[in-house]
């Protein structure tokens, strides 16, 4: 038994759970695990072990998981939690990941986003908690670095100069259309982390998970991982009636959120690339590197608005299509690299 299994048993020896028939959960691009517990024929909990050493916090899911549940909003219960080591019980809020549901019923794919943009336009009627660091210009443009140093570096092409540029003028492009960010954004907001849960009220019915990143940002941040997965393909028509009714819900301007949700689509996806690459490369996780042509599509969608007529440019000449050969030279240098 290795050392991290003594420190759960113990953890679960002070609760009721001790005696728990244990199965392994899906996890996600961190070094986080999950499993479920069951105890008699109904009775589920979900533990979650988040070791310090990777430099995450469960302290820090937990009381994001409070602020949320005390807006309405279904983030998990903490049960139990122990975050010297890493460890936190809490709710199973059950496996109907919209991920899951839309290809069983396609007819359900477009009420289902509606139901998430509807979350975020509650949730930004409150004052976020403090505490969040801040998605300000420059930390926004400084985030798009990894699609340099990772992805661009990774295909053996030179990076150094060309980042450079393109962080001199998306800087800022920022600083003119963006204002101090003001909501509390999720981050990873996507199909592959929202639960249905039909037999809530309202906004109750979304299962929020995955929210420990969370940060001050724009208000369009989220809908953009919502509405352009890097998992999956959600169609144009469901893109554009879930962007359009969550501006009219929380009351925007739609031509300047159309310009925010156009910079924040190029910069979020642009970033993923690298990210991506660095999952293969750094990380030893192949299979995020044959996603990169989706999120690839995606920013050059986004870097079409004429916002971002000069960024286009730069990258026209800077950023390689993914190729078949450059995603074979990104899977061949799989978990070889430990800094960029």
């Not at 979350?119 to 009627?125: F, G, K, P, R």
């Not at 963006?178 to 999720?186: E, G, Q, R, W």
């Not at 907001?189 to 001050?216: C, I, K, M, S, T």
Request: net charge negative; with cysteine.
């Amino acid at each position: 038994m290795s050392p991290r299994d003594i420190a759960i048993r113990s953890f679960l020896a002070n609760t009721k759970w001790s005696t728990a028939e244990v199965c392994n959960l899906a996890g996600d691009a961190s070094a986080r695990r999950y499993k479920r517990l069951k105890l008699g024929k109904s009775e589920t909990a979900v533990l979650m072990d988040d070791p310090t050493e990777n430099g995450n916090s469960t302290e820090r899911f937990a009381k994001i998981a409070a602020f949320l549940k005390g807006k309405g909003l279904s983030a998990p219960e903490i049960f139990s939690s122990d975050h010297t080591q890493g460890l936190l019980l809490i709710e199973d809020l059950g496996d109907d990941l919209f991920a899951r549901i839309i290809p069983k019923d396609i007819t359900k794919e477009g009420p289902l986003y509606l139901a998430a943009s509807d979350v975020l336009t509650a949730l930004h009627q409150y004052a976020p908690p403090s505490g969040l660091q801040s998605m300000d210009a420059p930390t926004l443009a400084q985030m798009i670095e990894p699609v340099f140093s990772w992805y661009i570096s990774g295909a053996d092409l030179p990076w150094q100069h060309a980042w450079a540029t393109l962080h001199q003028t998306m800087l800022p492009i920022f600083e003119t259309h963006f204002d101090t960010p003001d909501v509390m954004v999720l981050r990873d907001y996507h199909a592959e982390n929202l639960l249905w849960l039909p037999n809530r009220q309202d906004e109750a019915r979304v299962g929020l998970l995955d929210f420990q990143d969370a940060l001050l940002g724009h208000r369009a941040y989220d809908l953009v991982s919502l509405l352009q997965d890097a998992r999956r393909d959600v169609p144009m028509d469901i893109e554009n009636r879930t962007k359009a009714h969550f501006v009219q819900s929380s009351g925007l301007d739609p031509e300047k959120f159309d310009v925010a949700y156009a910079l924040l689509g190029a910069q979020r996806n642009l970033r993923i690339i690298g990210v991506f690459a660095r999952l293969c490369m750094h990380y030893g996780k192949p299979d995020y590197v044959d996603l990169i042509p989706r999120v690839y599509d995606l920013a050059l969608r986004n870097l079409k608005h004429p916002a971002l007529q000069e960024p286009a440019e730069i990258l026209t000449n800077t950023l390689p299509a993914p190729t078949p050969d450059i995603l074979k030279k990104l899977k061949a240098k799989c978990a070889t690299i430990p800094t960029p």
